[in-house]
């Protein structure tokens, strides 16, 4: 399947090979940012204010959060991470993160305390893959 956001306030999903339709869901607004799929949940933002977690197979609505209203839903090590860019009447910018939805999700990790963090620095630093001028165009 491919799950796709657009600006009708729908968020659709398709068949890969054929490209039929198979479900959509109507939020409250333009869906400009893209989904995120894990665990069969698809995660996405809409610019009515919310981040709404659907079932991948059938659209079906798990639940829905006020933020994360402008930027596509990331996955990485069982959270779900959205930001938002108070496009919709907010007093300023927020990142959310979400525990995975379903039976087997861990639990989100504790905020280490910013007094104790420090860089590695021994981690190796690679080169960058290309190197373009700047311009003013």
Do not use: C, I
Not at 17 to 42: D, E, F, I
Not at 50 to 69: E, I, P, R, S
Not at 77 to 102: I, R
Not at 107 to 125: G, I, K, N, Y
């Amino acid at each position: 399947m491919v799950y796709v956001g657009s600006a009708d306030h729908d968020v659709y999903a398709l068949n890969a090979g054929t490209g039929a339709l198979l479900w959509k869901y109507t939020t409250g607004w333009t869906v400009s940012s893209s989904p995120a799929v894990a665990n069969g949940v698809v995660y996405v933002g809409s610019l009515d204010g919310n981040v709404y977690a659907l079932k991948a197979g059938t659209g079906a609505l798990m639940w829905k959060h006020t933020g994360g209203d402008s930027s596509s839903p990331a996955v990485a090590n069982g959270v779900v991470y959205v930001g938002s860019g108070g496009n919709t009447g907010g007093t300023g910018h927020w990142l959310y993160a979400f525990g995975l939805t379903g039976s087997h999700a861990p639990a989100l990790p504790e905020r280490p305390d910013p007094q104790t963090l420090s860089p590695d620095l021994s981690l190796p630093v690679s080169r960058p893959a290309a190197k373009l001028p700047a311009t003013d165009e």
